[in-house]
């Protein structure tokens, strides 16, 4: 059991598995915000159009809108992944404080910590194979 108690003790460096997720929130964020300002752009180009091209025809404004109200669309899916990474980032630092409280204890559980490891050893697999 003396062993159990050493491996508990040394706290894993769950900061490893959080530091690239927080790079993927912030790069999800960004794409997300430059295709929602695109979008914007391309709606409000349908907007300026005729006051500066009096002469320009519907089916050059109906392509800038449909266009606009695409990109907006399509910035749905970075906001979903960042939502996912930053899901998973509140999994490791729950997974981090469950570990440092099994670290504190006398006794602790074998059967949690062997499952929060094997959870550890996943993650680290998927952050190395980029899955």
């Known amino acids: 059991m003396k062993g159990m108690a050493s491996v508990a003790q040394s706290v894993p460096d769950f900061e490893s598995l959080v530091v ?3 790079r993927e929130q912030r790069s999800y964020f ?3 915000f430059a295709i929602i300002f695109l979008g914007v752009v ?3 180009g349908m907007f300026v159009t005729p006051i500066f091209l009096p002469d320009a025809e ?6 800038i809108t449909i266009g606009g109200f695409g990109l ?12 996912s990474a930053r899901r998973r980032v509140d999994y490791i630092r729950h997974m981090e404080q469950l ?6 204890m ?9 499952r929060l ?15």
């Open 72 to 83: 907006s669309t399509m910035s749905a899916l970075p906001i979903r992944n960042w939502l």
């Open 117 to 131: 490891k094997d959870l550890l050893w996943k993650l680290r697999e998927q952050g190395a194979l980029g899955t």
């Open 20 to 22: 690239p997720l927080m």
């Open 42 to 44: 391309l709606i409000l």
């Open 58 to 63: 519907n089916p050059a404004k109906n392509m």
């Open 99 to 104: 570990w440092r409280q099994y670290a504190g």
């Open 106 to 114: 006398s006794k602790p559980p074998k059967d949690e910590l062997d």
């Open 30 to 32: 960004l794409l997300a």
